[in-house]
């Protein structure tokens, strides 16, 4: 694996100078992830599907993945900087970027399991596009999926036991291991970017199966594919990139306009929509924001955004729930992006006060000489992190 400290330290934005946009011949700009997704929205044959779908499951665009409760561990996103598409790792800050992949392959759409050992990602490393996991640290790479199909975009049930990813342009699930593929959106449109709630029982996902309007749109259903749900109304754009907060109270998810991107969030009933912006600047009105990622505490929002180079590449930032305290965590002359976060063990709670129990007599019924002396053995008890009472005191 390779290590890297980020360029510059983790800042507050400020303002940042336009760079020179790259563009390929008989483009007005770089294609990217906007450029894709105008793509996939429209109404398409089913060549262009395969076509299409390829390029979005290898490309740098974004994914969804769940939000797991637990203490906030390191951030995995996906990077070119070493020439082509690798998962990466650093801590919440941006310190400690390290390379876990590290082949000629593409490799990208990190999804952390629920207990944060494990990474499930898409790769081409066996010639076509398939589900793998590996160890956090990027050890034990183990292949899911063995079909010609085009696979991407994997996410865990909150239990670990099952793997949500699309396959073409159809949503399938199958267990940790790759046994039991099931399609649960067997249909003639495009399903995409699917995330489990944080009680297991819904699914998010990306469609655009609404004839009226034929725009990708967010939607919820059972985990079998069944009570199938709309849940945002875009007049237009194309939205992607779902994924439920750690209480299960909100869904984040971007909008595409083309040229630029917004994150959402939502009611998981498609009610009190918020925007989550991250500030704009005097060269840059306009920009893309995508890929949100909830933190396992909650406290803030990892998401993907060209705004430190106004249409160039993306960088990582995380936000504050409401889009404030904006900090951009990547500085490079690469491609950051598809951030997920990962969820460690909460602590214990501590013992309650036991100091509480000595009063009103209680020091006697402890067996305690005097309540001085039951204070002085509760403290002691919660300084090791261990019950009070637990025996009866000394007499």
Same mark, same amino acid.
Request: include cysteine.
């Given at each position: 694996?390779?290590?890297?400290?980020?360029?510059?330290?983790?800042?507050?934005?400020? /303002?940042?100078?336009?760079?020179?946009?790259?563009?390929?011949?008989? $483009?007005?700009?770089?294609?990217?992830?906007?450029?894709?997704?105008?793509?996939?929205?429209?109404?398409?044959?089913?060549?262009?599907?395969?076509?299409?779908?390829?390029?979005?499951?290898?490309?740098?665009?974004?994914?969804?993945?769940?939000?797991?409760?637990?203490?906030?561990?390191?951030?995995?996103? @996906?990077? =070119?900087? &070493?020439?082509? %598409?690798?998962?990466?790792?650093?801590?919440?800050?941006?310190?400690?970027?390290?390379?876990?992949?590290?082949?000629?392959?593409?490799?990208?759409?990190?999804?952390?399991?629920?207990?944060?050992?494990?990474?499930?990602?898409?790769? %081409?490393?066996?010639?076509?596009?398939?589900?793998?996991?590996?160890?956090?640290?990027?050890?034990?790479?183990?292949?899911?999926?063995?079909?010609?199909?085009?696979?991407?975009?994997?996410?865990?049930?909150?239990?670990?036991?099952?793997?949500?990813? @699309?396959?073409?342009?159809?949503?399938?699930?199958?267990?940790?291991?790759?046994? &039991?593929?099931?399609?649960?959106?067997?249909?003639?449109?495009?399903?995409?970017?699917?995330?489990?709630?944080?009680?297991?029982?819904?699914?998010?996902?990306?469609?655009?199966?609404?004839?009226?309007?034929?725009?990708?749109?967010?939607?919820?259903?059972?985990? =079998?594919? %069944?009570?199938?749900?709309?849940?945002?109304?875009?007049?237009? /754009?194309?939205?992607?990139?779902?994924?439920?907060?750690?209480?299960? $109270?909100?869904?984040?998810?971007?909008?595409?306009?083309?040229?630029?991107?917004?994150?959402?969030?939502?009611?998981?009933?498609?009610?009190?929509?918020?925007?989550?912006?991250?500030?704009?600047?005097?060269?840059?009105?306009?920009? /893309?924001? %995508?890929?949100?990622?909830?933190?396992?505490?909650? $406290?803030?929002?990892?998401?993907?955004?060209?705004?430190?180079?106004?249409?160039? /590449?993306?960088?990582?930032?995380?936000?504050?729930?409401?889009?404030?305290?904006?900090?951009?965590?990547?500085?490079?002359?690469?491609?950051?992006?598809?951030? =997920?976060?990962?969820?460690?063990?909460?602590?214990?709670?501590?013992?309650?006060?036991?100091?509480?129990?000595?009063?009103?007599?209680?020091?006697?019924?402890?067996?305690?000489?005097?309540?001085?002396?039951? @204070?002085?053995?509760?403290?002691?008890?919660?300084?090791?992190?261990?019950?009070?009472?637990?025996?009866?005191?000394?007499?």
């Amino acid at each position: 694996m390779l290590t890297f400290a980020p360029r510059e330290p983790s800042t507050r934005l400020g /303002r940042i100078r336009r760079p020179a946009r790259p563009a390929l011949v008989g $483009q007005k700009g770089p294609i990217g992830g906007s450029e894709i997704k105008s793509i996939l929205q429209r109404r398409r044959s089913p060549a262009l599907v395969l076509a299409v779908g390829l390029l979005a499951a290898l490309s740098l665009t974004g994914s969804a993945e769940a939000a797991f409760p637990g203490q906030n561990g390191k951030i995995a996103f @996906v990077s =070119d900087r &070493d020439g082509n %598409s690798e998962i990466y790792t650093m801590n919440p800050d941006g310190s400690e970027q390290t390379n876990l992949t590290n082949n000629l392959a593409v490799d990208s759409n990190p999804a952390f399991s629920p207990d944060g050992q494990t990474i499930a990602f898409t790769s %081409s490393r066996d010639g076509n596009s398939e589900i793998y996991t590996m160890a956090a640290d990027g050890s034990d790479v183990t292949r899911l999926t063995h079909n010609p199909a085009f696979d991407s975009n994997p996410s865990f049930s909150p239990d670990g036991q099952r793997i949500a990813f @699309v396959r073409n342009d159809k949503i399938y699930t199958m267990n940790a291991d790759g046994a &039991d593929q099931v399609n649960i959106t067997d249909n003639a449109f495009f399903d995409s970017d699917p995330a489990f709630s944080p009680d297991g029982q819904r699914i998010a996902f990306a469609s655009d199966r609404d004839p009226r309007d034929g725009f990708r749109e967010i939607y919820t259903m059972n985990v =079998d594919g %069944s009570d199938v749900t709309r849940l945002t109304d875009t007049s237009g /754009r194309a939205a992607a990139d779902p994924t439920f907060s750690p209480d299960g $109270q909100r869904i984040a998810f971007s909008e595409d306009a083309r040229f630029f991107s917004s994150v959402f969030t939502i009611a998981t009933d498609g009610t009190d929509r918020r925007v989550i912006g991250i500030g704009t600047t005097d060269n840059c009105p306009t920009f /893309r924001v %995508s890929s949100p990622a909830f933190s396992p505490d909650g $406290q803030r929002i990892a998401l993907s955004s060209d705004r430190g180079t106004c249409g160039g /590449r993306d960088e990582i930032y995380t936000v504050g729930p409401n889009g404030s305290d904006a900090i951009r965590l990547t500085y490079n002359a690469a491609s950051d992006s598809q951030p =997920d976060w990962q969820p460690l063990p909460s602590p214990p709670p501590r013992p309650a006060n036991g100091k509480e129990a000595c009063k009103n007599g209680g020091w006697k019924k402890l067996g305690y000489r005097n309540q001085g002396q039951c @204070v002085k053995a509760a403290k002691k008890a919660a300084k090791r992190g261990k019950p009070f009472p637990a025996t009866a005191g000394r007499g």
